[in-house]
């Protein structure tokens, strides 16, 4: 019984890509610093964390069950846990109320704001896996769904939703949504042949890489705006020059010829970039050196 649950467990978390978590989890920390500048207190981070926890496996959870029978036809899918039967519709449901429970106790015990909030998450969460197969801006829906990290998290300790979070969500935004382009190039021929949506599919993947390229600049625009809207010093600025430049790398890996390296390349260069704007938005906040005046 033991090794059973154990197996299922491995299944369900490499089905959702449990790791991928810290894509959004790192900006919802840099968030909590900047609310007074200051490390939260060790309550609030650990709630923080099991709501970001909650809300990405329940987004996961539900994306996979609504795209089972797509995943089931395309070849770069086919083998997920869903489509071979390595586990039940059943046992994902069960996790998709789990996390999302796990995502309103948190929200509950963080602020009063953040509970009466909560429902708007839960229903971004569950909205973005049907966008595909009407619209082509299913990547901004993405980009929204990850963008409300850093917000939750301002609102979590803060308790009101401030411009500074809405420039860092926005920032968010963006880089989800620019670099979701990228890897749905993967998917061109197979979205074209069964009717879904997306920007490769609609314009094609010379056209989708540079709008991906157009998002990411308008990401940098938002952090930038961030440090100006909130003084933030040198070490933030630093954090911010290394994360284009990252960005940089990775539109340097793909080419509308080249989509081999869309892969896991691809996103360990973006889980390092948001890693590196919340160390260097830790550095500023503990240690820092005034740029705006």
Known sequence: MVSRVVYKTRIFLEMIKFEHTIFALPFAYT??????????????????????????TAAMSLNRLIDRHIDALNPRTANRALPRGLISVREVWLAV??????????AYQLSPLAFKLSPVAVAVLS??????????????FLGLALGLAPAGAWVAIANRLDPAAVLLGLGVLFWVAGFDIIYACSDYEFDRSYGLHSIPARFGLARALSVSSFFHFLAAVFLGALAAALKLGLFYLTGLLIALYLLYKQHRLVSPRDLSKSGVAFFNLNGTLS????????LDVLFPLPVFK
């Open 275 to 282: 890693v590196v704007v919340f160390v260097f938005t830790l």
């Open 31 to 56: 968030s909590a610093l900047l609310v007074e500048k200051k490390v939260p207190e060790a309550g609030s981070l650990l709630w923080i964390t099991l709501a970001m926890v909650g809300a990405r």
């Open 97 to 106: 109320i789990l996390s999302f429970g796990l995502l309103l106790l948190a």
């Open 127 to 140: 909205f973005y896996p049907y966008t595909k197969r009407f619209t082509w801006t299913c990547h901004l």
